[in-house]
Nanobody, 126 residues
Framework: QVQLVESGGDSVQAGGSLTLSCAAS????????VSWYREVPYNERAFVSK???????SYANSVKGRFAISRDESKDTLYLQMNNLKPEDTTMYYC????????????????????WGQGTQVTVST
């Protein structure tokens, strides 16, 4: 299992920047895909960005060129650098940690599973 705690959410003006953090604990040594999602209407969560098991990052079109995801494995922490924020970026942001089904994980006693943090609020005003 993995426990996640997000932080860094705040209120900023449009054009400003924020860095979100997601501190992980537990089975962080397991082969995983780590990502950021944000809340959209009807209590759904939309993909923002991820780092896959091979270390490649990807982004939703709406944030491409403005947001940057990174991971510090020495600190077991995932980050989301958010630049040129817009009012439409206002919402709750969630960290997701997915332990993948891989033979290497089986040897490491890592059971596949998906874990979420509690979320952190970002508010962007005009």
């Amino acid at each position: 299992q993995v426990q996640l705690v997000e932080s860094g959410g705040d209120s900023v003006q449009a054009g400003g920047s924020l860095t979100l953090s997601c501190a992980a604990s537990g089975q962080t040594w397991c082969i995983s895909e780590v990502s950021w999602y944000r809340e959209v209407p009807y209590n759904e969560r939309a993909f923002v960005s991820k780092i896959d098991e091979d270390g490649r990052d990807s982004y939703a079109n709406s944030v491409k060129g403005r947001f940057a995801i990174s991971r510090d494995e020495s600190k077991d922490t995932l980050y989301l650098q958010m630049n040129n924020l817009k009012p439409e970026d206002t919402t709750m942001y969630y960290c997701k940690w997915e332990i993948l089904s891989r033979s290497t994980n089986w040897v490491r006693n890592c059971r596949e599973g998906t874990y979420w943090g509690q979320g952190t609020q970002v508010t962007v005003s005009t």
